[in-house]
């Protein structure tokens, strides 16, 4: 009898002959770059350094396409994107010390949102290892503590042979659900010296798959088929599934109203007689998903943003799908089921009985009536203009990257993605200048469509300097930056706390954007909310970099968390 674990992959005549006489003047990076080929990457994102020009110096023998930015966070924001984008372990390579930190804000939203990245990074010659302060350049006492506590899982290769080895012992790490970065630093030295570690070829590696236990499934298929006034809460692992139509066939078979998390825009289709959409920060939704006696969360932690600030307190029964298993009934109590949110939904078609509600569809228009009525009683016109005035400029299935502004907060809850994973914003950790360089991963992923990339004026400036690589590499992305002067949110925030900001902190006389934009030989036009749309469609049409500046003061509607 053969068993699995016998078999044996007989390497071909041609890979035998490569082994036998590897080409001269291969180093350490020369592995780096061969693993990656082998295992199927195609793009690396990066910024050089010192101790890992090796690596780089193997590219030019490579036919890896390399995206170099100018910061390390915003390589890392654009890594994030293009694994976003295509579902593939996005390599990001960087250099020892500084630069490996500057890439730390990154790499927390792409743990936070599930984002498959390949961090690899130069680390001080082995002779520095293990926190002997020999006083090496860049030196860290354990370089590799300061990203355990944010990356999936951390590798160190100390000799060539392990390179191969840890880099796809990483890549599985990065594609098994839940996605998320991982870590792989490899010493100056074993990157510089020359190598007789054959050629790099063999690289298929398998992530494991996470099914649900069929007993799990089994009960909640009984409770959902028995259930009264059944609701979906679908967060982000239904798009990192691409599991939105099963959840649209299990939603239509169970005849349960669905509302989709910020990170799970597009799972459920906007308009459907179903669809709650994401009015997530609202207290008529809040409601409505609390009197279900049977409440489905699929792919959502249910965290700060996707409870209304943690005012959601259900009465009916919850069941929790969730891959990241610190998630699972973190929040609410739940029948917990740790699996990915396409084998699941799944299970649950293959099991669960249908229900009729013909009531259903009319209670959910009665929910979206009362949201709309308290947003326009409000006052918001301006806000609800621009904010449609965008979606009519992108192209349906255009994707568009947000940072943390006050436009990016009402596309979370008013904004129609049209198709899963195409809105997508730094919500996961919250940091600053994700949208630029997370556009521009997206558009090196795919450039049959236009990005969109939308930024306030506070957040546009930490990532300024990628206008250089957006116009080096002739990218399709137009950047909206609505410029109010300052952090906008911020200081409504403070005024709402405190009764008035600090000036000094929160209003930022900035450039001017149009002539900056210029300055890098990128298009740049100052619009205005009436010809908003106009002037973007114009802007998103156009091949390669474009900046369109909106001056405007955009207002948040009013939360309904705080009592």
Known sequence: MTHDHDLVLRPTAAQ?????????????????????????????????????????????RSDLRYLGLRVENNAGFAADAYGRITGEAAPLLLSTGPGALTSLAALQEARAASAPVLAISSQVPTAGLGGGRRGYLHEL???????????????????????????????VSALTVPHGPVWVEIPQDVLLAETTVPVVTGGDTFPEELPPRPELTAVAADLLTRAERPAIIAGGGVVRADASGKLRQLAERLA???????????????????????????????????????????????????????????????????????????????????????????????????????????????????????????????????????????????????????LAYWAWSAFDAKAPGTLLSAQGSGGLGYAFPAALGAAAAD???????????????????????????????????????????????????FGTPTAAATDLPGPDFVALAESFGVPGVRTSPEALETDLAKALAAPGPSVVVLPAALRMFAPTHLG
């Open 447 to 497: 450039p049959t469509h236009p990005v969109l990339a939308v930024s306030g004026d506070g957040g546009a400036l930490y990532s300024i300097a990628e206008l250089a690589t957006a116009r080096q590499y002739g990218l399709n992305v137009t950047w909206l930056v609505v410029d109010d002067g300052g952090y906008g949110i911020l200081r409504a925030y403070m005024t709402d706390a």
């Open 141 to 171: 006492p354990d370089q590799a503590a300061s990203f355990r506590g944010v990356v999936k899982s951390v590798h160190t290769a100390r000799s060539q042979s392990q390179i191969p080895s840890a880099i796809a012992e990483a890549w």
């Open 256 to 406: 349960a109203p669905v509302v989709t998390t910020f990170g799970g825009k597009g799972a459920f289709p906007w308009t459907h007689p179903l669809s709650l959409q994401s009015w997530l920060e609202d207290r008529h939704t809040t409601d409505f998903l609390e009197d279900a006696d049977v409440l489905l969360v699929i792919g959502s932690g249910l965290g700060e943003l996707s409870s209304n600030y943690h005012t959601f307190a259900p009465r009916g029964r919850v069941i929790q799908i969730e891959a990241d298993l610190g998630k699972l009934e973190s929040n609410h109590p739940a029948l917990g089921i740790h699996a990915d949110a396409r084998l699941a939904l799944q299970a649950l078609l293959e099991t669960a009985g249908e229900r009729t509600d013909p009531a259903a569809p009319e209670r959910v228009r009665e929910v979206l009536n009362r949201v709309r009525a308290r947003i326009a009683a409000q006052g918001l016109t301006l806000e609800q203009d621009v904010l449609a005035a965008v979606r009519k400029a992108l192209p349906p299935r255009a994707p568009s990257f947000w940072d943390m502004t006050v």
């Open 16 to 60: 035998t002959q490569a082994a036998l006489n590897p080409p001269p003047g291969r180093t350490g990076g020369d592995l780096v770059v061969e693993s990656l080929a082998a295992l199927g990457a195609t793009t690396v994102f990066g910024v050089p350094g010192q101790h890992a020009l090796a690596v780089f110096d193997a590219l030019r």
